[in-house]
C-alpha cells in the first residue's frame, strides 16, 4: 500500500472475528481491554465455539456479538455494513479465502500467520488491497517481543553498525500439539497442520522467523530480498506420526524434519531462515544480527556484543576494562543499554500487555499498535508487502527443492517501489491528536460497557 495514501481515522474499531479455536478466542480476550472498539461479530466453523467466546465480552459488560457459523458463516459477516475490520484465526487454508472475501467486500483485513500459503494467494491479497485502498495486515506478534523490539530499535540508531546478516527461525516441537489441531470430522485422522506438512515442502511457517529480521533490515524500505536457495532433512518424524495418527504407512511426506533457507538481498545482506516443528529440541526463534559494529542474539543465548568504543559511541559507559566483543557483554552494561534503546511501543504497552498476556504480552501490544493505527489514521506496522514477502518463502522454497536447490528469484510485490521509502519506521500520531483519539475512544468504551452492563442483567432477570 503506497506510503503517499491517506488513510481515514476510525473514532471506533468494529470488528468481526472469524476462527475461534485455538489463538482467536484468545484475540477476543485482548480486544475487550482496547479502548475505542467493538466486536460486533463472531464467526467459526463449530457454532458452539463461537458462542463460548461471547464469556470474554461478558466479563468485560460488553454487548453480546452477533455469532456466525459453518462453511461459508463467514461470508455473512463479511457483507455487514458495521464492521471495519475482520480479524482472522482460522486454519492455514481458510486465511486466504475469508480475507479475500473482507477485501472484496469493503473491510480492512488482519491475518494470523502465515496469512496466505503460495505466490497466488499472495499476489491477489496485494492486487486486492491496492485495488479497494484497505489495509491486509499479517499477525506476526513476534515482531512485537521485547527483545527484538529493543534490539530494532538499536539497530536503527546504529549500535550494530550496518547489519549484513540475520538469522531467524521456528523451531518448536509440536508434539504435544499434534492431536489437538482442529479436525473436519471422524475421517480426518492427522489434523489440518500435520496434514498440511504430509502435502506440502519447504518453510510453511516462516513468518515468526523472518518477520522481524526484515524490518531490521529495511526489506522493501530501501531493500528486497532477490534470491533464496533451500534445503531439508528427509522425513523420518514427519512420517512416523502419520503412522501413529492414521494408523497406516506413510509412503510420501513432503516437508523435511528440518528446512534452512538461504536468503541474498538487493544490498548484499543474507538472511538465514530454519524450520522444525518435528524433532526433540529446546524452543528456538534465533533473531540473530550480525553488524560491522556489533552483534545481537537471541536463542539460545539472550546478549549483545560490543566492544568498549563502540558501546560509548551508542551512549553507554562501560563499566568493565577491556570490555571486547569476543564475548557477550555483562549484565550491568546490558541492562543499561537495553534501558537506553527501550523501545517507545513498550514503554507505552508493556506493562499492561504483560497483564493481560497472549505470548507473554506481544500479542497484546500487536493488537494495541493495530488499533492505534486504524484511530489515528496511520499506515500499519506491518503492510500487505510484508505479508507476501514473508509468506511466499514457502512456495519458493518448494521450487529451490524441487530443482536440485537452485537459486530462486523473489517476486517484486512493490512493482518497483522497494526503494522508495528508506527504512523501517513505526508511525506516531502527533501528541496532541493521540491524546484526542484516545479520550474519545475511552469515552465510547464507557457507553458502550453501560449498554453491556444492561442487557447482560436482562437476561440474568
Request: aromatic fraction near 10%.
Amino acid at each position: 500500500m503506497s506510503s503517499g495514501w491517506l488513510f481515514p481515522k476510525m473514532e471506533v474499531v468494529r470488528v468481526g472475528f472469524v476462527g475461534l479455536g485455538m489463538r482467536g478466542p484468545g484475540a477476543v480476550s485482548r480486544f475487550t481491554y482496547i479502548p475505542g472498539t467493538q466486536i460486533v461479530a463472531l464467526c467459526d466453523y463449530e457454532k458452539e465455539r463461537a458462542e463460548k467466546c461471547q464469556k470474554y465480552l461478558k466479563e468485560a459488560s460488553l454487548p453480546k456479538a452477533a455469532v456466525y457459523s459453518g462453511d461459508k458463516g463467514y461470508e455473512e459477516l463479511c457483507k455487514r455494513d458495521d464492521i471495519d475490520l475482520v480479524y482472522i484465526a482460522t486454519d492455514w487454508l481458510h486465511h486466504f479465502p475469508v480475507a479475500k472475501c473482507a477485501l472484496e467486500n469493503g473491510k480492512n483485513v488482519a491475518i494470523e500467520v502465515p496469512s496466505a500459503m503460495n505466490l497466488k494467494e499472495c499476489w491477489e491479497l496485494v492486487d486486492l488491497s491496492e485495488k479497494n485502498r484497505k489495509h491486509c495486515m499479517i499477525l506476526e506478534n513476534c515482531c512485537y517481543d521485547w527483545f527484538e523490539m529493543n534490539t530494532l530499535n538499536m539497530a536503527q540508531h546504529g549500535v550494530f553498525g550496518e547489519v549484513i546478516r540475520a538469522q531467524g527461525a521456528y523451531i518448536h516441537n509440536l508434539a504435544p500439539f499434534w492431536k489437538h489441531y482442529w479436525k473436519k470430522g471422524e475421517d480426518d485422522k492427522l489434523g489440518w497442520r500435520l496434514d498440511y506438512n504430509m502435502r506440502h515442502r519447504g518453510d510453511v511457517y516462516a513468518t515468526h522467523g523472518l518477520g522481524p529480521v526484515a524490518q531490521a533490515l529495511n526489506i522493501h524500505r530501501g531493500d528486497r530480498m532477490e534470491t533464496l536457495v533451500a534445503m531439508d532433512t528427509k522425513s523420518v518424524v514427519g512420517k512416523d506420526l502419520v503412522k501413529e495418527n492414521a494408523d497406516s504407512v506413510c509412503n510420501s511426506f513432503r516437508n523435511g524434519d528440518h528446512t534452512t533457507t538461504l536468503i541474498r538481498t538487493a544490498n548484499g545482506k543474507v538472511i538465514e531462515i530454519q524450520h522444525n516443528v518435528m524433532t526433540p529440541q529446546p524452543y528456538n526463534r534465533l533473531y540473530q544480527l550480525t553488524g560491522t559494529k556489533g552483534f545481537a542474539n537471541k536463542y539460545p543465548t539472550q546478549g549483545y556484543a560490543l566492544d568498549a568504543e563502540q558501546l560509548k559511541a551508542s551512549g553507554v559507559q562501560p563499566k568493565v576494562d577491556d570490555l571486547n566483543s569476543h564475548g557477550f557483554m555483562p549484565r550491568e552494561e546490558l541492562v543499561a543499554l537495553v534501558e537506553k534503546y527501550q523501545h517507545p511501543i513498550l514503554k507505552k504497552y508493556g506493562e499492561m500487555a504483560k497483564e493481560v498476556g497472549g505470548h507473554g504480552g506481544m500479542d497484546f501490544i500487536m493488537d494495541s499498535r493495530l488499533v492505534y493505527c486504524l484511530q489515528n489514521g496511520l499506515p500499519l506496522d506491518m503492510d500487505v508487502y510484508d505479508l507476501a514477502e514473508w509468506c511466499c518463502l514457502a512456495e519458493l522454497g518448494e521450487l529451490s527443492m524441487d530443482n536440485g536447490c537452485a537459486s530462486v528469484a523473489f517476486p517484486d510485490f512493490t512493482r518497483g517501489e522497494w526503494n522508495k521509502v528508506k527504512g523501517y519506521r513505526h508511525a506516531y500520531a502527533a501528541p496532541a491528536d493521540e491524546e484526542a483519539a484516545m479520550e474519545k475512544a475511552k469515552a465510547f468504551t464507557s457507553k458502550l460497557k453501560e449498554q453491556g452492563a444492561k442487557e447482560w442483567a436482562a437476561t440474568e432477570e
